[in-house]
Structures are given as structure tokens and as C-alpha cells.
């Protein structure tokens, strides 16, 4: 099913782990580029971000973000699109190639796709995600990838008012494309290195300056990535590492330093 809206451009809506996505398929200009942004949000209110995606072969596809930040739920979802327009049915598996903004390199994405759930196609997908780089800002640990930064902090530090100013003055002073702040109630045994269990809470709150968009997320690929990556920096022992946010679990998995990313998504509208 496809829907359309007022400049009549066609889009998928998917749902990687509650992070509610809109994915352009249509062609566009610089100059229709921020209106189709404006009213993917206007047509779909439960929408948390907007990207562009263009096949590229039978086995790569290209995703380019609102903010040209990276984003690996939006990356999961081009590459569960791109896998079951190409044939993929239920119990199969197959590798995807992404190339997505704010990422410097390729990205590889296995798609096992899932029965499908209330009608919709479901998959389950690894992404070897970027290796990102660890600092402090403001006392707090910052974790930077390429397209997006996070910086993880204590659940309570701030409310919510408090943490969305805070956030968009952090982004500007830092000067990155996009910044979350990752709320942890487990602060202080995460930046111990000793968590008491394989599994941590994080509420994600993102904030993307060319865009002026500000979300507290259902879930957030990349920030679940920042937790687990540098979780296992402190303890190596800590390779496996479940994060819960308010829309379900993200798995975090490291090996020799590289962090593979494993969530669900479910395409609403295709």
C-alpha cells in the first residue's frame, strides 16, 4: 500500500523497533527536498525522522537522512525493504549493502526475514556498524560516530525540559550533525565497566540541528550501539550487551572492537 500527500510523492513507513521511520522512494530536488520532509511529519504524526532511499543493485541500496546524519535503524529498514522488494520471503536470508549518509564506509546488513506480523512483513537484521571513538563532554562519556554523536548520562540528571535545551546547546557547541543524549538508569555501573546484568535501559533523546527536529525516540539504533561499544571498551568481557528502550531490545554485539547492531522491523506501508 502506498500512501501520498499534497506534492504526491510515494514513501514507506517502517517500524524498527518502535522508531517510527518514513523512507522517500520518490525522486526529489534540492528545493522539494525540505517540503517532502515537513509533510512526511504532517501525514505521519507518529513518525520520528525521515530519509531518502534509491536502490542501487539487486544487492545495495542507498539511504540518505533528513540531516544527512547516519542512522542504523533507518539503514536496517532500507536494507529489509530492499531485501524483500528483491524476493526475500519468510525464513530466508540474504546480505544487503548500504550506503548511508554520515557513514564513511559501505555497510553490511544480513535480512532473515520473519513471518510477518498483523499483515505486515517483519525482519530481523545484523548491521556491522562503524567503529566509533570515545571522549568526555561536560564529565560525561561521548561516543562519535561519523554522522551522530551520543553522549551518555544519567537517568534524572535533567527533566525533560531541561535535557531537550541541554541537548540542542551541546549539539551547537560541539558542532556535530546530529546529537543524543542517551538517559541510562544504570549510569553508574555502566561507567564502572561493570553493569550488574547483560542488559541495560537507555530512553534515547535526539536531536538533529539541520533540521531543527527533536524527538525522545522509541528506540535509537545508534545510541544502543554508543552503550554496548563502550560498555565492552571498559571490560572486553562485556561483549554482548541488550539494551531496552521504550519501543523493545536492541542487541549490541562486539568483536575485536567492531559492534554489530541486531533489531527488529516491520514494514507498515510497502
Known amino acids: 500500500m502506498w500512501y501520498y500527500c499534497n506534492m504526491d510523492f510515494e514513501y514507506i513507513l517502517a517500524d524498527p523497533t518502535g ?21 512526511s511529519f504532517e501525514r505521519e504524526p507518529s513518525c520520528e525522522q525521515v530519509g531518502f532511499i534509491m536502490p542501487v543493485s539487486d544487492s545495495a541500496v542507498k539511504v540518505e537522512m533528513m540531516g544527512y546524519e547516519f542512522c542504523g535503524n533507518a539503514t536496517l529498514s532500507a536494507a529489509a525493504w530492499h531485501a524483500l522488494t528483491h ?5 530466508g536470508q ?13 555497510l553490511d546488513v544480513k535480512i532473515s526475514r520473519l513471518a510477518d506480523r498483523s499483515g505486515h512483513p517483519a525482519s530481523i537484521g545484523t548491521v556491522c556498524m562503524p567503529v566509533p ?15 551522530i554523536s551520543h553522549l551518555l548520562v544519567p537517568a534524572g ?18 558542532g ?3 546529537l543524543g543524549m542517551m538517559l541510562c538508569p544504570e549510569y553508574d555501573s555502566l561507567v564502572s565497566g561493570s553493569p550488574d546484568s547483560g542488559c541495560l535501559n537507555i530512553r534515547p ?40 528502550q521504550p519501543g523493545g531490545v536492541i542487541r549490541v554485539d562486539v568483536t575485536g572492537g567492531q559492534p554489530f547492531l541486531t533489531g527488529t522491523v516491520v514494514l507498515l506501508s510497502l
Open 19 to 39: 522508531n517510527i521511520t518514513v523512507l522517500v522512494t520518490s525522486p526529489y530536488t534540492e528545493d522539494t527536498r525540505s517540503e517532502i520532509i515537513r509533510e
Open 87 to 91: 524476493g526475500l520471503m519468510p525464513g
Open 94 to 106: 540474504t546480505h544487503v549493502t548500504v550506503d548511508s549518509s554520515g557513514a564513511a564506509s559501505l
Open 133 to 147: 571513538s570515545a571522549s568526555t563532554f561536560r564529565g560525561y562519556p561521548l561516543v562519535q560516530f561519523d554522522g
Open 157 to 174: 540528571r535533567w527533566d525533560d525540559e531541561e535535557a531537550e535545551q541541554a541537548v540542542r546547546s551541546f549539539a551547537d557547541e560541539l
Open 176 to 178: 556535530v550533525p546530529a
Open 205 to 244: 533523546l535526539v536531536y538533529v540541528p539541520s533540521s531543527q527536529t527533536l524527538f525522545w525516540e522509541k528506540g535509537c539504533a545508534t545510541g544502543s550501539t554508543a552503550v554496548g561499544w563502550y560498555r565492552c571498551s571498559l571490560d572486553a568481557s562485556h561483549t554482548h550487551t541488550e539494551i531496552k
